[in-house]
C-alpha cells in the first residue's frame, strides 16, 4: 500500500516552506499541484511556470529537485521516510556512476589496464558488490639476502631465487644473470 501524501496546505503551513525562496516556492507547488491533479508530477513545466527559463529548463528541473530543502518538502509529500530517502539517494548516485563508468569504458583503449579496471569496476556495479581492493604485491619478509639494500622489496622467482628488488622510491633493480645463479 503506497503512503498518504501530505497536501500541498499542509506543506505550506511547514517552517520547511518558509525557508524556500518565493520562487522555489512556486516550482514546489507547480510541481506537486500537477502531480495531484493530472498524477504526473512534471519539474519542467514547474521550472517554466517559477522562473522565466529561455534555455533549457531540464537542467534547473534536476537542480532544483537535488536542493536538499525541495528534497525535504517532497520527501514529506511522498510519505518517505528517512531510510526510502538514502536508499533514493544511494540508487541516484550509482546510476551517475554507472553513467562515468560506461562513458570512460568507451574512451579507453581496448584491452588497457584501465579498461580492465573499469570492466571490473562496471561488473560490480551492475552485480551491486564491492570492487575489489588493489593491493601492492607483498614483499618476501623471509628473504634475507645482502643485495638487498635496506627498505627494499626482494623481488624472487617461483624457486625461490632472488632476481632483483624495488627500491623504496619504486624503482625496480634486476641482479646480474650471474649473481641471481648463487
Not at 149 to 171: F, H, M, W
Amino acid at each position: 500500500m503506497a503512503p498518504q501524501r501530505t497536501p500541498l496546505a499542509a506543506l505550506e503551513a511547514r517552517v520547511e516552506w518558509q525557508v524556500l525562496t518565493p520562487k522555489q516556492q512556486t516550482f514546489l507547488r507547480t510541481y506537486i499541484q500537477s502531480g495531484v491533479d493530472l498524477g504526473t508530477y512534471d519539474a519542467v513545466a514547474a521550472v517554466r511556470a517559477a522562473y522565466n527559463v529561455t534555455g533549457n529548463a531540464k537542467v534547473l528541473s534536476y537542480e532544483l529537485l537535488a536542493n536538499p530543502k525541495i528534497e525535504c518538502l517532497l520527501a514529506l509529500h511522498f510519505g518517505w521516510n528517512a531510510q526510502d530517502r538514502l536508499q533514493a539517494r544511494q540508487r541516484k548516485s550509482i546510476r551517475q556512476l554507472l553513467s562515468q563508468v560506461r562513458f570512460q569504458l568507451r574512451h579507453a583503449e581496448p584491452g588497457s589496464v584501465s579498461a580492465q579496471r573499469l570492466t571490473a569496476q562496471l561488473q560490480s556495479l551492475l552485480l551491486n558488490q564491492e570492487p575489489p581492493v588493489e593491493r601492492e604485491p607483498e614483499a618476501e619478509t623471509a628473504v634475507s639476502d645482502t643485495r638487498i639494500p635496506v627498505g627494499a622489496a626482494a623481488l624472487v622467482d617461483e624457486r625461490g631465487v632472488t632476481r632483483g628488488y624495488r627500491t623504496a622510491d619504486g624503482q625496480y633493480v634486476q641482479l646480474a644473470a650471474v649473481e641471481a645463479t648463487r
